[in-house]
């Protein structure tokens, strides 16, 4: 084992990089952006050339680092096949070659961004010490990452941890379309956006007075304010929040029996007023062997995701 | 590897016992009474009992044997100690020591029944050939035993595969409490008494006729066969079984996307109007990507817990 690699979160607007020893200690971290354009042909040399520009910089070569572990918003074939990636333009590809031969060899790993986020709060984050972890990010839409033994389970359609689609609301109760074109999906309440979507629903419903009608485009964080303010129809909101995801937690514990679920994104920036409400009603739902199973805040923030990605790299 | 090995199947009222070669093939079965009484102290002595008899039988002794592979219906924590097991009057205790203890230092594996179904059915039933499913045990309660990268997921509570427990229905709309206390659980719908309680609260309901009001104490059989007949009652029963068991595999297949749902217990013995209805809805709840998995019927019948436990014990 070499005594540096590098992590690269890949997202739609922008590269975040860091420069890590194989430890896990982020020495560096710094953003390029992500240039979409002609289908992303430009995304893989951008990063090339910044992890060259980074070793030039440092005195050090491509033969000085492990690798680049590299995370992505698209789906990751148990082969290492990306299987297109709208936000980046991406038609199925093989992200892994490709920079591998722009950095001539190097090892590359290839994650996608809801399990190597998982993988990242294991190793160096809210999971340290635990072996088998749910990760929940809250974020525009809702992903997750399950881990196992360690491991995170990729999925047989690469599609292990897609949590932010769980049918939760039966389709004939919910009249507007998820992303993915159903109806009732978890992503559809508990995401920032969902949050928001719900608040905005329930304003519309009556003229209840509420701190939020002052605000003009609020988000979920506004709402998440109006009810540690007190703000009775945000606190309605926040509460059903609470009851679907714990519900649909207490639904995930039923099948993996995790150690713990790490609660990140967004939302989680709320801080405790947003676990304590998922316990709550986690607690109601889950199985009785399963109702003191750690429901815990991230704490790596948006570098989780280069630090999981350094973690699929070095195994 | 030695030649043969003993799968061990124990239940509430007999045991179930497999002579096998290590390669999995079923070379001779018989079956004990499970004596429970005085907390099942003789349960363990009279397997080992009938293991001594058949070897002397076959002239062989324990030597020949690679160990006893046994699964029973209670929790086994990762470790390997059972956690009690109402059914057979136990209290925590270590089942393989005492096992190997009464067999002079024989190998012996012990695990979950729902999991070793799962472990049997992978090997050598409906699921040969694949790394990853979710069985699914369809009796007097609902089992369940999750299998990814070819291995049993026990949990960190030993709870995994615990999806008779999955809350599917909100507390306050059903009334009856499961057997774990909870109200709304999977269990409660599609089990084989969950399916006949369906039948005989909507019969209550109103005067629709239905040829199982001639029935007195009908069972989940005799709903599929009505509805087979084309019974209006008993298809809408047997629809809303696949309705909410199609969801909840639907929800599972978002946690770990498995390759396979392999259907077995009593239930499933009525053939493919069971998967054909729960196939029907698992495509309508399900994520685009996961729209395809196999939903299949188990193929081993009640032998599919000795063949996992001969699994788990070869490894």
Request: proline share 3%; glycine share 14%.
């Amino acid at each position: 084992m070499k005594k540096y690699a590098v992590g690269v979160d890949l997202g739609g607007t922008s590269v975040k990089m860091g420069f890590f020893t194989t430890e896990g200690e982020l020495l560096e971290k710094w953003e390029i952006p992500t240039r979409t354009e002609n289908g992303g042909t430009k995304i893989l040399p951008d990063i090339a050339d910044a992890v060259r520009a980074k070793l030039d910089e440092k005195n050090l070569t491509l033969k000085d680092i492990e690798g680049v572990g590299l995370d992505l918003p698209g789906v990751v074939l148990p082969n290492g096949t990306v299987n297109k990636c709208v936000n980046l333009g991406w038609e199925v590809m093989r992200a892994d070659d490709v920079l591998t031969e722009l950095l001539d060899g190097t090892n590359v790993a290839v994650i996608n961004d809801a399990n190597s986020a998982a993988l990242g709060e294991m190793w160096k984050g809210a999971g340290i010490g635990k072996k088998s972890l749910v990760m929940v990010t809250l974020g525009t839409g809702v992903g997750g990452g399950v881990i196992v033994d360690g491991k995170i389970i990729p999925g047989s359609h690469g599609s292990g941890g897609e949590i932010g689609h769980m049918p939760v609301v039966e389709p004939e109760d919910e009249p507007e379309a998820c992303g993915c074109g159903k109806h009732g999906c978890l992503e559809q309440y508990t995401s920032g956006n969902g949050i928001a979507r719900l608040a905005r629903r329930r304003l519309a419903q009556n003229n209840d007075p509420s701190s939020l009608r002052a605000i003009g485009d609020f988000t979920a964080h506004d709402v998440y304010n109006a009810a540690k303010a007190g703000d009775e129809v945000a606190l309605q909101i926040t509460d059903k929040f609470a009851k679907i995801l714990g519900k649909a937690l207490a639904c995930i514990a039923s099948v993996n029996d995790p150690e713990a679920f790490v609660i990140g994104g967004g939302v989680s920036k709320n801080g405790s007023i947003v676990t304590d409400g998922i316990i709550k009603y986690y607690k109601e739902y889950a199985f009785h062997a399963l109702k003191n199973t750690d429901i815990v805040l991230a704490e790596l923030g948006n570098d989780s995701g280069m630090y999981g990605a350094v973690k699929q790299l070095i195994g």
